[in-house]
């Protein structure tokens, strides 16, 4: 075998791989969370002065200054948190890289690290690239609520980190204050650190507000908030991110992330102050757009009979499609029938989970997309899905 050991319980992106199926297949690409709306003007236009000012060259590999304290100011403005620019944050090459690089700073080998599931994919890699054992704790359906005596469970006297998403991609859950805390007590009790996906921040419904569990009485020092870019202002394509981490870790953060990447894009990190400077107006319209999206895609799956949460926050639904008629429970079947017969493409409920038989039934549709696009899809799902009514759906043409 040519390959390393450590990459034999897992493949490349499954969400890619439905991406590049939708590609193939002409459909409408509900699995991928991307916005098909423009980023915007003023953004794309600071993108291009930073580019024509000639900010083309390395940037310190921690982050462009400016950067940085519009970061600490704008975490301190909505959520309180004190946060010294020059020595707590690292500006990363997505959540993604960020999630790997912080993992790699703080575990060694057989360390557990807890996994609450459904999680993003890249979190069980990032564990194995650090020579953790993962650890899960499984929000399951209907409510996907985290439960206490489920979470004290996983926690040990091995456990050296909490991986925790909120608000949640893929169920859409936004965790309670009560929750966050239960999971702050267990950090401290354990001596664990809480390392936080909250790329979503600015994306919760019906006046929900997120909650950084950094923000909770003892954890700022034992917290690594991992935040992005690419949600709140459209510019998936940017990769920028970035970790807020206590001092020691910040350390060694910025070490493995020198190593890994050298920095992000430069003229991408000068451009982005424009937009972490948005007046709050933005972001009261985006919430405001986000909100019709949501309700949009409810409704178009309990037109079409699935049965989903409505989301309190993230841009994704996880729906059950059991009732719908189809041949089989198979999700990655099912996924791969509505996207290549029906033209709308989704992501397998399972590929999110590790523990067997967890999320078989289930989809995600991604919904960061125009009002028109969502309208497109509904129409080729009731078109799609009449044929399983119509029973003109069957395994041997599932494949």
Not at 198 to 223: C, F, K, N, V, W
Not at 292 to 302: G, T, V
Not at 342 to 371: D, E, H, I, N, Q
């Amino acid at each position: 075998m040519m390959r390393a050991d450590r990459l034999a319980t897992f493949q490349e992106s499954l969400i890619r791989e439905m991406t590049r199926l939708a590609i193939a297949h002409g459909a409408i690409n509900l699995s991928q969370g991307f916005p098909d709306y423009p980023t915007p003007l003023e953004l794309k236009q600071a993108a291009v002065d930073a580019i024509m000012g000639d900010h083309n060259q390395y940037a310190i590999t921690w982050g462009s200054r400016r950067l940085r304290e519009a970061l600490a100011a704008k975490l301190h403005r909505w959520y309180g948190l004190d946060v010294d620019a020059e020595r707590h944050i690292t500006i990363c090459v997505g959540v993604t890289e960020a999630i790997v690089v912080t993992l790699l700073s703080i575990v060694n080998p057989d360390d557990e690290v807890v996994i609450v599931e459904p999680f993003h994919e890249n979190f069980y890699p990032a564990t194995l690239f650090a020579q953790g054992i993962p650890r899960y704790v499984a929000l399951e359906p209907p409510d996907f609520r985290l439960d206490p005596d489920k979470l004290r469970r996983a926690f040990s006297p091995r456990t050296r980190a909490i991986i925790l998403n909120t608000p949640h991609n893929p169920t859409g859950r936004v965790f309670t204050r009560e929750e966050l805390q239960g999971v702050a007590d267990l950090c401290q009790e354990f001596d664990a650190i809480a390392v936080t996906d909250e790329i979503y921040e600015h994306i919760t419904y019906d006046g929900r507000q997120h909650i950084p569990i950094a923000s909770l009485p003892g954890m700022a020092e034992r917290t690594v908030l991992c935040g992005g870019l690419s949600k709140t202002y459209a510019i998936t394509g940017w990769r920028l991110a970035y970790t807020v981490a206590p001092d020691e870790i910040s350390t060694a953060i910025r070490t493995v992330h020198d190593f890994t990447t050298i920095c992000a894009p430069t003229p991408l990190q000068e451009a982005a102050v424009t937009a972490v400077n948005f007046p709050a107006s933005y972001y009261h319209e985006l919430a405001e757009a986000y909100h019709a999206r949501r309700d949009k895609m409810m409704a178009i799956l309990d037109d079409c009979g699935f049965k989903a949460m409505r989301p309190e926050g993230a841009y994704y639904v996880m729906a059950d499609f059991r009732d719908l008629g189809f041949p089989t429970d198979d999700d990655h079947a099912f996924a791969r029938w509505l996207t290549t017969e029906v033209g709308v493409a989704v992501v397998p409920g399972s590929s999110f989970y590790r523990t067997p038989g967890l999320g078989r039934g289930l989809v995600r549709f991604a919904f960061p997309k125009k009002l028109e696009t969502l309208d497109a899809a509904h129409d080729r799902l009731k078109t799609g899905l009449a044929k399983l009514r119509q029973g003109a759906v069957s395994l041997s043409t599932v494949g």
